[in-house]
């Protein structure tokens, strides 16, 4: 006790020195058992009389204690960081699951190389000798991980390090592989059983790309979080800090060189998988092209018995088990699409296929676009999706039938709003037939001309104005009988050599006066046709002058002018409305297709004053249960409205027109293109045995339908639209090529790309 009582200050002193020594003992608080000794030297130095030396002392002190405490604080700072390192990384770290050990490695390490080289040189000769471009595989950056390679192996000091480095590449690449394989298991069972009402069923290579990304993306968060956390620690130490970076620098080239190995081993075996389904293809195309399989082809359709099908004859439909579909083909093998954005769809095995024809086109602004489908959910719980045309109106039909009209600058100004193209034709044949009765109810016009080499719909009444044979022959005995036809204005097979475009269409007028004098100058109530022509023919776009001789004859004798834009019109050819461009305005105007964009089925008619200002019923005497749908209007106008927002038929009017120049640059000179023409984003090829005297090639080989098949394959992933009879509606081969609006140009290299690679395989096959 007397002790720590001689450590005590002495009472004595000054108010100075008391005032120092707390000022001492303020600035600096050292544990409580050293403040008597520090107080008591401090009073002792005082005592001394050196005020001076106390000054100092008191700053050395602080000093002292300050870099002490900020060290400390340093420290626990640097604890926490690192802690914090540690639990991201231990999170991230992969390698706790890796299920080779490294040891097998190293032991085997010589073999595995040699395995892997021999892989990789037989991979890379593969690629080059299929014509694959390498650049799907190497880009610039390649180059970078071979030449570390060589880098590293050239210098004897460094091939201790450049082993160490490769087994550990191939170490990480091995497990990485072998987990991205048991992940993908679990992500192929989710999909496809788990919950398969909620995610796209996924084919297992899908799953495997899914899983190796989710494994990739962790790998390259623990990578950054290496760097962030060398650089924390070294950045004061530029020597160690260049050293540890260029270490993990090393490792990361180096793992990279085997990743690109491993990506070209499996590239090569893709190739080979879909190689073999393209060599089944081609076998197709021998066995229909020989002439065994023409001739088993005539005895089958001799030997076929009459009458219904035998259940044996029906077997390897049963095959098919659940299918009940009368929609489809009996014995063809459809994909099945699970679902669609933008321009791709997606089958039940996850292949993306892009949509190049958007259906027949009709998805103009693509797939599951999210403000169409909102909009029409708004309408259906406002509870007026439906609402009978005979009894109330609805404002969004309202507004379509005014939008529509508007299009027109008002020379069309009422329209007719129906569920489906046939039934608008169906409309527009009823209501040319009413102008003429509600003027005169003894009046002879009843018939209607229309054009070889047309298609206006599969009801009964548009498929008599049709000219397709393929899809009327079943139905000859009741369709129509009160139709007639003129040739279509096809130039490429019709106009003459040196036979000028005025000279043609003078042709085509005066064989369309005949016809109508043939028929009775007082029976003829319309003539029909597209402005752009659509399935039948393959977009065929009328000469110049060719509608404005038309019209000036159906006006001579007073006849109705029809247009059907159900295929070409709403943007389709790069005008809003196709007549535009020829300047001609319709009568009546045919719309469907794009109307709804496939979000709901819906289509129109447009009408001039002079025909609905003949009604004297002072009403269109039609009406079917599904006319002027609420949905189908509200659908239809967000359609045009997205349509006219991002300035959409400007896009298709841009890129049709390089689409048009490049297919027209690739495609002109191959043997078998026979013609090239459309406009738009309706562009069609047609394919000819012979290119000197344009013979088609032979119906049964059913070209057009090989060449989409081929492009629809694995190895392409793309649709087109087939059409057959172009020359005399049996023989002759086409295809359609309609993309979405918003297709670019870097899509349109794409699609003309697809399509000269895959008429070349068709055509060496045929050709052999």
């Keep these: 006790m007397s002790k720590n009582r001689k450590l005590l200050p002495p009472r004595s002193g000054t108010l100075e020195r008391e005032i120092l020594i707390k000022l001492a003992l303020n600035s600096w608080s050292p544990p409580r058992n ?34 002490s405490n900020r060290k400390a604080l340093n420290s626990n700072n640097k604890k926490k960081v690192k802690n914090i390192f540690q639990i991201i990384s231990s999170y991230l770290d992969i390698s706790k699951l ?83 394989l048991i992940l993908a298991l679990f992500v192929y069972l989710a999909s496809n059983y788990l919950f398969y009402d909620i995610w796209v069923q996924l084919p297992f290579i899908k799953s495997f790309y899914i899983s190796k990304n989710i494994l990739g993306f962790c790998l390259s968060i623990k990578i950054v979080i290496s760097i962030i956390e060398i650089i924390y620690y070294h950045w004061k130490e530029p020597k160690i800090l260049c050293n540890k970076l260029y270490k993990l620098l090393s490792s990361l080239i180096v793992l990279a060189f085997f990743y690109q190995a491993i990506y070209v081993i499996c590239g090569a075996i893709l190739i080979i998988c879909d190689d073999i389904e393209l060599m089944e293809f081609k076998l197709e195309i021998k066995l229909k092209n020989s002439s065994k399989y023409q001739s088993e082809l005539k005895v089958k359709s001799i030997d076929k018995p009459a009458g219904p099908a035998r259940p044996e004859d029906l077997s390897s439909h049963a095959s098919q088990g659940d299918d009940k579909s009368l929609n489809h083909h009996f014995y063809k093998d459809y994909p099945k699409i699970v679902k669609a954005k933008g321009k791709y769809l997606y089958t039940d095995k996850g292949r993306g296929i892009f949509d190049a024809c958007s259906g027949a086109a009709v998805a103009s602004i693509g797939y599951g676009n999210q ?40 020379l069309l100004d009422k329209v007719y709003l129906t569920g489906s193209g046939s039934d608008a034709t169906e409309a527009a044949i009823k209501l040319a037939c009413q102008y003429y009765y509600d003027q005169d109810s003894e009046t002879q016009r009843k018939y209607i001309i229309s054009r070889d080499h047309s298609y206006h719909g599969n009801t009964l009444g548009a498929l008599s104005i049709s000219e397709f044979p393929s ?29 000028s475009v005025e000279d043609f269409v003078a042709k085509k007028a005066d064989e369309f006066e005949k016809k109508i004098l043939e028929i009775g100058r007082e029976k003829v109530m319309a ?53 535009k461009d020829s300047g001609v305005v319709p009568d009546i105007l045919i719309l469907g297709k794009g109307l709804g964009a496939g979000y709901f089925p819906v289509a129109a008619i447009l009408v001039s004053p002079k025909v609905w200002g003949e009604l004297k019923s002072e009403q269109f005497i039609h009406g079917l249960t599904f006319d002027a749908v609420p949905t189908g209007a509200t659908v239809a106008l967000k359609v045009q409205q997205i349509i006219k927002d991002k300035d959409l038929v400007a896009n298709v009017k841009k890129v049709g027109d390089y689409l ?8 002109s000179n191959h043997k078998n293109v026979g013609d090239i023409r459309g406009e738009g984003f309706f562009w069609g090829v047609e394919f000819v045995e012979d290119k000197i005297t344009k013979k088609p090639f032979d119906s049964k080989l059913g070209v057009s339908r090989l060449i989409v098949d081929c492009a629809k394959s694995p190895k392409f992933n793309m649709t087109f639209y087939p059409g057959s009879g172009t020359v005399d509606g049996v023989n002759g081969d086409h295809i359609i090529i309609a993309p979405p609006f918003m297709t670019t140009e870097e899509d349109a ?20």
């Design 660 to 667: 048009g120049k490049t297919l027209k640059a690739k495609l």
């Design 527 to 579: 003539f029909i046709a597209e402005p752009v022509s659509g399935a039948a023919l393959g977009c065929v776009k009328a000469v110049p002058g060719y509608f404005k001789a038309m019209k000036n004859i159906c006006e001579k004798y007073d006849i109705l002018f029809i247009a059907d834009e159900i295929m070409c019109g709403l943007g389709r050819t790069g005008n809003y409305h196709a007549w």
């Design 749 to 768: 290299d794409h699609i003309v790309e697809v399509i000269l690679t895959v008429i070349e395989i068709v055509f060496n096959e045929i050709n052999k």
């Design 471 to 499: 899809r009327q022959a079943p139905y000859k005995g009741i369709l129509m009988s009160n139709v007639g036809y003129v040739s279509s204005c096809n130039p490429y097979r019709q106009q003459l050599d040196g036979e």
């Design 371 to 410: 403000d169409v489908i909102d909009a029409m959910h708004i309408k259906n719980m406002s509870g007026t999706h439906y609402l009978a045309s005979s009894f109330w109106k609805d404002n969004d039909v309202l507004k379509l039938q005014k939008s529509l009209a508007d299009s027109t600058d008002g």
């Design 34 to 67: 050293t403040q008597f000794l520090v107080y008591n030297r401090i009073s002792l130095n005082l005592e001394q009389g050196s005020k001076k030396n106390f000054s100092t002392k008191i700053k050395k002190i602080n000093n002292n204690n300050l870099t």
């Design 98 to 180: 890796y299920f080779i050990p490294i040891n097998i490695f190293e032991k085997s390490s010589l073999i595995i190389f040699f395995i892997l080289a021999i892989l990789f040189i037989a991979a890379v000769i593969f690629i080059l000798i299929s014509n694959v471009d390498l650049s799907n595989y190497y880009s610039i950056w390649s180059i970078l991980p071979p030449l570390f390679m060589v880098y590293l192996r050239m210098w004897e000091k460094n091939a201790r390090e450049f082993k160490e480095l490769c087994i550990k590449g191939i170490y990480m690449i091995s497990n990485l592989a072998l987990l991205s």
